[in-house]
């Protein structure tokens, strides 16, 4: 049986995490300990230059200008090899033999879905993601980690941190107890596109606007057809 899983983020701006995943559901999950999340910044892996030093609040360089020319910096391979040394670390603490996921997030990575997510939530206990930023991370740090390339989706973000929060929140609700009920999942059960709650009839602006009749009718094969039904139109993505 698969231990509760640890999503470890190599990022140079834990602080952007807080929000989302210190609320609501997932912030429940994390209290009773169905996931855990821990961050590794490569800022902390890079010691200051003498003249750095002297200054009061020496500052820790973790990016330079690309070979080849071109606009931008990108990320050293140093800073972030040792930040993922130290997850690797953390994540085979209790067994070496059991290897973590490494996720690099890419643009021209494979394309992200909930089937994905549910096979690394599943089988994968410990899952570490390099969250690059500017123009990128020293493509040579895949030389020395096996990794796989990930996309959240067809553009392009000014970080790996709003798709790793995606990620994060699509595994996480595989994880038994962090929905309440584990068949609170759309995707393992009939649900629909659209859907509804009290008042039966909303007024607005002198028109009212009315529940489908079938979701009143009480007949459960009735509204299962229709809500697979609906669900093939488009899926809603907002859902929890």
């Known amino acids: 049986m ?11 701006f834990p602080e952007a995490f807080s929000s989302y995943l210190g609320e609501s559901i997932l ?17 902390d892996f890079v010691v200051p230059t003498k003249v750095q030093k002297r200054k009061a609040k020496p500052y820790k360089k973790v990016d330079d200008k690309p070979y080849g020319g071109g606009p931008g910096m990108v990320m050293q391979a140093l800073p972030m090899v040792k930040a993922i040394e130290k997850a690797v670390a953390a994540a085979t603490r209790k067994n ?32 570490i993601f390099i969250c690059g930023r500017y123009e990128g991370v020293d493509a040579r740090i895949k030389k020395i980690f096996k990794m796989v390339d990930i996309t959240v989706g067809p ?14 929140d699509s595994m996480a609700r595989q994880i038994p107890g962090v929905l309440g009920k584990f068949e ?10 659209d859907v509804y709650t009290r008042p039966e009839v909303f007024a607005y602006k002198g028109k009212n606007y009315k529940v489908p009749k079938v979701l009143l009718s009480g007949n459960h094969k009735d509204i299962d057809a229709w809500r697979l039904d609906e669900k093939r139109r488009g899926g809603n993505t907002t859902q929890a």
């Open 96 to 127: 070496k033999k059991v290897k973590p996921l490494i996720v690099f997030l890419s643009p021209s990575g494979k394309q992200f879905t909930n089937e994905l997510g549910a096979e690394y939530s599943k089988r994968y206990s410990d899952i």
């Open 2 to 12: 698969k231990k509760s899983t640890t999503f470890h983020l190599i990022t140079l």
């Open 155 to 168: 553009f392009v973000t000014t970080g790996g941190e709003l798709p790793a929060m995606i990620m994060i």
């Open 27 to 43: 912030a429940r999950a994390q209290k009773e300990g169905l996931f855990g999340v821990k961050f590794y910044n490569p800022r």
């Open 184 to 193: 609170s999942r759309e995707e393992s059960r009939a649900s629909s596109r």
